[in-house]
């Protein structure tokens, strides 16, 4: 896919010109733009009932967003599941803007773990429930979306396992996810809305915040990130084309954690999960050693396998191995091994 | 500089990675990300008083979040001067914000001139002086900066004009430029904002809107654009380097739009241009011709010569040529010949 983005980056076809350098409102641009939108619709399933939109800011700017359309001036109260640090970040945006409570919080236990439906309660009139379906520092994910009632809207954050499998659609009022994790580069957020919420919102929230200026100017409302968007079209046809769709990747991704937590749960403590092993996320194994001193030596010993990144939020401790979708079973299998090895010489 | 972007697609030097591929808190991003502002500040001789920013959401969130920062909850004015479609544009996001007024509106005669210093006046006690410095479908261009008080902070949207000459960044506020007129792709923002300013606002301001996160975190607050700011950085180095600084692009913008304003002037009444000719843009060469037929020929017929986008914007009508840096001196002599021999044929 990359090699494509290179081919193409002096010479986009049919254009003369690179994609840097053409005009959102060329024609060749207008069609990535809407090819990326229907790549998404066909992997995820989404109904005409949803805007499929491309925005900046990440998910920071979503937290806000979310607040400003579907709480503002409703004298509502929004109600927030936290499950992690990246809940937490929403849930202070949202009280900018009115009423905003955690009606559930697993901060007694560090966040290694997700509600039942017996542990929360949720209004009937909320402005929306909102949730993240995964929690990358504690790597905890939901396995299906929370129990919330038909007259409130659902809302996801789902940046970090967004396309990690498939998902019904059809029960969100709103889901988003920043690109950077399973779905391209960082610079694009995508929004997937159902459009009667979209048209509820109060005109005075800022406008770059204000989904209806997104959704009625099909994301072309000002200048989209061009180059962003059309690399995320590119994973999404590479996900439905050669991965085979989402069922395909949801198998792999299975696998991928699956060796992981075998390795975990079958090294007699030596390894321990963070998150309760029913709440295991696909895309984020966390993990703790027996001492500070463990961890820092696995972490040096596996540098030198090119295993990078692993160590853990200072607020969780320990490894983090994030397995998004681009990582290759190879990369996972090497971990595995380095994981098998480690424990044979320090257990 | 596409060709070193292509080379560097599948591996930037020393990462062995892409870099839609490693971190934005990899050393090497950082590293790239402070190129970036240093190559910006070397440039235009900003000094320390003020901070270099990366955003995302385009000018139309600065639109907004100047007026959250900088407005909201002061009980002060906001003076705006409206000179073209984007200084409309701000205004209206900042009267959402609070009061936000026009000292100035050249609407009277479709915005083909800009203000002298006798034409408005500024509040001594202003909460800031805003205006646009090149209004792209007009073609008017400020030569200098508006007079504006010492107490009261000068807001300039440099969109599509920053980095096409020297500035004296010491009299501004706070200025910014999207970056896909002559800075980089679309996608990212240059943020040029005095820090005593910064602190002044309001912690209540949406969190990605409110400067001080994007300062205080030196652009990392959130995921930044990394591939867009890359590019911006590159192109920095191209101008500083290359072109030899901001007074030799000037230079060259002279050169190219003056050839063209030329074959207007000398037109005998043929090309009548839309700006009056001490408003004039280096940027944007706005013209009309004498028939509304002989636009549509004059385009239909440029396109033959592989010369697009010139239609000017329905407000102004006529024709628009668009000579960012980017574009090279062969490019408008070629329009500057098709304009000569359009008018031998037709005048």
Redesign the interface.
């Known amino acids: 896919m ?2 494509e ?2 081919d193409e ?2 010479c986009l076809p049919g254009a ?1 010109a ?1 994609l ?2 053409i ?2 409102r060329d024609k060749l641009f207008v069609e990535i733009l809407h090819d990326a939108q229907n790549t998404l619709r066909s992997l995820l399933g989404i109904s005409d009932d949803y805007s499929v939109m491309f925005m ?6 979503q ?3 979310i607040a ?1 359309n579907l709480l503002r001036g409703t004298g509502k109260r929004a109600e927030y599941l936290l499950t992690g640090s990246w809940g937490k970040k929403a849930i ?2 949202a009280k ?2 009115g009423d905003a409570v955690a009606i559930f919080d697993a901060k007694e236990s560090n966040y290694d773990h997700l509600p039942t439906s017996a542990d929360y309660s949720v209004s009937d009139d909320a402005a929306y429930l909102y949730y993240c379906s995964n929690e990358t520092i504690q790597g905890v994910q939901f396995q299906d979306e929370p129990e919330c009632p038909e007259s409130v809207p659902l809302v996801s954050d789902a940046s970090s396992d967004f396309l990690c499998r498939p998902l019904d659609v059809q029960k969100y009022g709103m889901l988003y996810a ?1 690109a ?1 994790k399973n779905a391209g ?4 957020t995508a929004v997937v809305m159902r459009k009667d919420l979209i048209e509820k919102a109060d005109a ?6 204000y989904y209806k200026n997104h959704h009625d100017n099909d994301s072309e ?8 968007i059309y ?1 995320l079209g590119k994973v999404a046809r590479w996900l439905r084309d050669e991965i085979g769709g989402l069922e395909a990747m949801e198998k792999i991704n299975r696998e991928k954690s699956g060796s992981l937590y075998k390795i975990i749960d079958e090294s007699g403590g030596f390894y321990r999960g963070h998150a309760r092993p029913e709440c295991r996320s696909l895309m984020n194994v966390t993990f703790n050693l027996p001492s500070d001193e463990l961890t820092a030596k696995f972490i040096s010993e596996a540098a030198t396998h090119r295993l990078a ?1 692993l160590k853990g939020h200072r607020s969780v401790g320990g490894i983090r191995a994030s397995i998004y979708n ?1 990582m290759p079973r190879e990369g996972v299998e090497t971990l595995g091994q380095f994981m098998t090895d480690f424990l044979s010489r320090n257990g």
Chains 1, 2 share one sequence.
């Open positions: 990359l090699r983005v290179q980056m002096l003369g690179s840097l350098e005009s959102h900046q800011g990440g998910a920071t700017l937290f806000s967003a400003a202070n945006e900018k803007e920043c950077q580069p960082a610079g694009v005075s929230v800022p406008g770059y915040l409302w000002n200048t989209p990130p061009t180059f962003a690399v990144a681009a």
